[in-house]
């Protein structure tokens, strides 16, 4: 009979899997090899391999559908591999359940996953005792991560009147509540306003600080600037790119700015001289333009760089009052690499 | 930073998760506190069925009533406990049956599973308020019945019945485990548990004496759990069936009820084993 993650772990398992992890030379480091896994026949992940230290954060980005999902729940021994290894803190997620869940927090993507009728306090306070704290430092635990996400003043409401912001926070106090050496953050920030969510990456941020290693799985692709370490790009189940951030930006070359112009006092009208002073290095358009300025998108042909078009602006009295990326080198890199793949 | 470093026994284990029982206890009590207005309706509803009952007894001829310790019973004596048991069974087996299944449409199911329990644990823990509450309901209702409408029944009996719905008890439990077990697979499975509970109601005698039904469904009344369940209840409350009665009872009861449980259980093991193969646990 195959072993399930439902399984009750046996006791010299624990003793033995305890020693292993102790033994491994980075304990708080996630990492698969190879892994696969389908449901029926959609192929989900294909191959995929990553590494996470500790204290690291490393991002996993991805289409919808491209297997982040899948890739956490078999981190999290929800779901087991159909072939590869998976170790988290140097524990096999399946066979060492037990102390895999000890070792792990896991913010999960959804709103649903709270007792609704329950307070914030009550429901940190029952997944505290499933996680074996007695009832006294079970309250005060979650009285302490409930103050780390800044929740106290609603800490005694029913979760059902909680905003989605206030849920995903409270998402994160129960992942703090065993002081887990690895975070597994599914889609954190999705629907978040600004405020909330630098406050979730403030938090995620200094747990590694502390030695966790993070996985932050997202869409939201401009987060990962200045916030990860390292970058894996799924798409379909499998993995597109690995590496660091500057990595992945080196994979785009852009070609779409966004102007903002100003006449310079000459007459004539402004997005004809622009025009014609690019005519044969790229194209502009006027976005929000009046005759004597205003937004402009100017795409630059293969071969040319941006400078150039600029001094060529310049040559016909156009001042450039402001440039920046049509998109972010890091969204240019992932539409790059996606349609590499499309091809 | 992390919390692996202690590392309990297998004894440490056990009483770990038997500890945790307290807090499925506490959250259930909770949940149910915050719909107070189901909590107290509740009772009501019990009340006025008894209501319908006693006018319905008015119009019932003793005489075809069967008699419990040498005296007939009358309509509404032999009603109550009927009411009282399928209530319990009712109860029992859609909480039992419905308790994973809630947890999986409200999404938790996956977060408990994150902690370090064991799928037994949360099993248990899932129908621990329910295994505490419909019992105490089911007495209140007994004995608020008796005092209202001024029943026959012998309340010094009722630990005796309670020992036949203890032996009941896991029949029950395992009935609901396997249903609950078929609807985390097959989802809305759980509607055909309601028409079979039905079914089982109707030839158990809850509200009928089984000597009115045809010879076969007496029959298979012997071996009907539910049957044997209810006539030991009525012996023991009604009648003045001794200990001897209660344990021929117990002995028929406890086979099947130990069969039923023994299913549940397997069924539900293979239910989360097809579900995590699937990876559709967290699916609602």
Known sequence: ?343 | MSTTAATPGRAGIFFGEVGKLSAFLRRDFLTAWSYRVTFVSDFFGLILQTVTFYFVGLMVDDSVLPSYGGETASYLEFATVGIALSMFIALGLGRVARAVRSEQMMGTIESVFMTPTSPTTVQLGSVVYDLIYIPIRTAIFLTSAAFLFSLDFDLSRLGAAAVVLVAFIPFVWGLGITTAAGALTIRGSAAGMAFGVSILTLVSGTYVPLELFPAWVESFAAYNPMAIAIEGMRETLLGDAGWSRVATDVLKLLPISFASLLLGIFAFRMALRRERQAGTLGHY
């Open chain 1, 1 to 343: 009979m195959t072993a399930t993650a439902w399984d009750e772990p046996r006791g010299r398992q624990t003793a033995a899997a305890l020693g292993a992890a102790a033994a491994g030379a980075d304990a708080a480091s996630i990492e698969a090899q190879g892994i696969s896994r389908s449901f029926g026949d959609k192929r989900a992940l294909d191959d995929v391999s990553l590494r996470i230290e500790a204290g690291k954060i490393g991002a996993l980005l991805g289409p919808n559908g491209a297997g982040k999902t899948t890739l956490l729940r078999l981190f999290s021994g929800l779901v087991k591999p159909d072939a590869g290894t998976v170790r988290v803190a140097g524990l096999d997620p399946i066979a060492d359940a037990r102390l895999v869940r000890r070792t792990l927090g896991l913010i999960p993507s959804g709103d649903r996953t709270f007792y609704l009728r329950l307070s914030g306090l009550e429901n940190l306070v029952f997944f505290a005792r499933l996680h074996g704290m007695r009832r006294r430092a079970a309250i005060q635990r979650a009285r302490e991560v409930i103050d780390e996400v800044d929740l106290t003043d609603a800490a005694a409401a029913p979760v059902r009147t909680y905003s989605h912001g206030m849920q995903k926070r409270l998402s994160v106090a129960r992942a703090l509540l065993t002081r887990p050496s690895v975070f597994l953050v599914d889609e954190a920030t999705h629907d978040l306003d600004p405020a909330a969510a630098r406050n979730v990456k403030d938090i995620v941020k200094a747990l590694c600080r502390d030695g966790a290693a993070v996985i932050w799985a997202t869409q939201r692709i401009d987060e990962i600037r200045g916030f990860a370490d390292s970058v894996t790009l799924l798409s379909r189940g499998h993995v597109l790119f690995d590496g660091t951030v500057p990595e992945l930006m080196s994979h785009s070359i852009p070609r779409r700015f966004l102007l903002r112009l100003d006449g310079g006092g000459v007459a004539g009208d402004l997005g004809e001289r622009a025009r014609h002073a690019l005519r044969d290095c790229g194209s502009i358009e006027a976005t929000a333009a009046s005759g004597a300025g205003g937004h402009y998108t100017l795409s630059i042909d293969e071969g040319v760089v941006l400078s150039d078009a600029l001094v060529r602006l310049a040559a016909v009295g156009v001042d450039v009052l402001a440039c920046r990326e049509e998109r972010s080198e890091i969204e240019e890199a992932f539409l790059s690499l996606m349609r590499q793949e499309e091809v």
